[in-house]
């Protein structure tokens, strides 16, 4: 089902929750009347839908899918206050509701709608997908599949994350009074150049694009510290494909989560490969991409 050639995007906005979210539909050239497979893209944390969501909608749209990236509530172009939260429970949610935009569409295949998360963006996918039968397949790439000792273990330890709760519980009250926000930089200058690869956010050719504000809402920590997505698993019954390194992201958290899910999984794993490169860089996009695409011809039934 590749196609290739002509890919244009498209501007769309539809509404979660009460918030108008705004997205790009990328198309796989002249759409003629036949209802095509669409998949839902989702990215990193505290990004934008320019960014690695863009990057791989374009690729599935390239194979033959309707693709969409957007912004999630409180982020670039969509709704939604305050700005830059990043809450695992309310992006789940603007996922399910991006899927039910698509089940609408006239040139989307209800019965052929998927999702495909990038890092964070993963498990916000999953927890959409069990709660919305309509995300038929999953593939996650570079997914970030925490589990709670790895969040311990990422913030510092409990004193560590018992602080940040304090301070988010804090920002939110601060919010609601004032209608202050608690706004820091979501990667602080140098902070992603400490490993390979990690030039993204800070290097105008990859991540750093005048859409992108590199913000965080320190009230985010109080929803996304508790969020377990390994508790979510064995809700899982779609097919899911996982592509992935040990050179990325707590790979071992990863290959636990898969033992744990209900549906059938299947895995790729890359050689050398870092979470960055999975973002932008040429040979991990390829091979990502096709290994979903192929995931999705496959579990969709387009065969």
Known sequence: MREGHGVHAQRVTFDSSGEPLV????????????????????GAWATVKEQMAA???RELAGRGYLALAFDFRSWGESGGRPRSMEDPHAKSADIVAAAEFLAGHPAVDREAIAGLGICAGSSYMVAAATQAPLIKSLALVAPALPTHADVMENLGGEQSVATLIDVANKARAE???????????????????SVAGGDYYTNPDRGLIPEWENTFNMASWSSWIPFDVHALADQLTQPLLVVHSDAAVNPDSVREFVTKVSGPAEQLWLDAVTQFDFYDQTGPMTAASDAAAAHFEHSLSLR
């Open 23 to 42: 997205g790009d539909m990328y198309l796989p050239g002249p759409l003629g009347g036949a209802r095509r497979p669409a998949v839902v893209v989702a």
């Open 55 to 57: 990057g791989y909608a």
């Open 175 to 193: 919010y609601e009074a004032t209608g202050r926000q608690a706004l820091v930089s979501a990667v602080p200058p140098g902070k992603s150049d």
